[in-house]
């Protein structure tokens, strides 16, 4: 260690003849000294030119930016920032709700008064993790903040199988935008709910849901009898079984059956 120093009245601290180089800088709080807040960024590097000064700006926040991934480890009513981009913007299925995804994972964000949000928007938000019939979510005390844009996150292909075999919520696939391929679209009212149907192919299944505003939006009547279809959606889960939530009717494609 060089040097050590506090910090003044205002927060601000200097250290005096640092040799010339790249430095770390850190930040040392208990929290009797600074309550909840955390330094996300610590240590930060500070490099030192001859005759020069450097500044260094450290940053407190209630909480750090988490993966997605991490974020559904946490407990409910655990608080968590994460990172992502907009796949269902609010009003796609109701509009208090929304769902985001990174490299991680996706996740679903519910109870929001935010609006302007788009498809493709990459926003920060903050929130409490809950949990709705095995479904994990950001759903109280929740702040969307717009970072930036993006293009349009690309769904992954994945097996009728293999996304309908999901029971577990914290699955990286659960939340995310995915696309099946050439299946049958069974009869509505699957488990006495008028928007679900069965998606079959090659005898495996998963559960599609018209998820309110989409069951308006694409309607029951849109799919035909003796047809087959690519189908990308929102791969959500209720009471540990999964489904397939198209947003819109682009996301619905007519193909050969195989």
Avoid: W
Wanted: proline share 4%.
């Amino acid at each position: 260690m060089l040097d050590e120093t506090e910090t003044d009245a205002g927060g601000f601290f200097a250290f005096e003849n640092v040799p010339v180089g790249t430095h770390d800088v850190y930040v040392v709080a208990t929290p009797e000294e600074i309550g909840e807040v955390v330094v996300c960024r610590n240590p930060m590097q500070a490099s030192v030119y001859r005759d020069d000064q450097a500044f260094v700006t450290p940053i407190g926040t209630i909480a750090c930016i988490i993966d997605i991934a991490e974020a559904k480890e946490l407990p409910t009513n655990e608080l968590a920032v994460v990172v992502g981009v907009v796949t269902a913007q609010p009003g796609v299925y109701r509009g208090n709700n929304m769902y985001i995804q990174d490299e991680t994972g996706g996740l679903q964000i519910f109870g929001l008064t935010a609006s302007g949000i788009e498809r493709g928007d990459i926003v920060e938000v903050r929130g409490l993790i809950g949990v709705f019939n095995d479904e994990i979510q950001i759903d109280e005390n929740v702040v969307v903040e717009e970072i930036g844009q993006t293009a349009p996150v690309v769904p992954e292909v994945v097996g009728v199988g293999d996304a309908g075999g999901i029971t577990d919520a914290k699955d990286p696939l659960v939340g995310t935008l995915i696309t099946v391929e050439g299946v049958s679209v069974g009869a509505f009212g699957e488990g006495g709910q008028d928007a679900n149907a069965n998606l079959t192919r090659d005898g495996e299944t998963i559960l599609m849901r018209l998820d309110t505003n989409a069951e308006d939006n694409i309607g029951v009547d849109f799919f035909e009898a003796g047809t087959c279809y690519d189908i990308t959606g929102v791969l959500g889960i209720f009471r540990g079984v999964t489904q397939i939530k198209p947003r819109d009717t682009a996301d619905i494609e007519e193909v050969t059956c195989p």
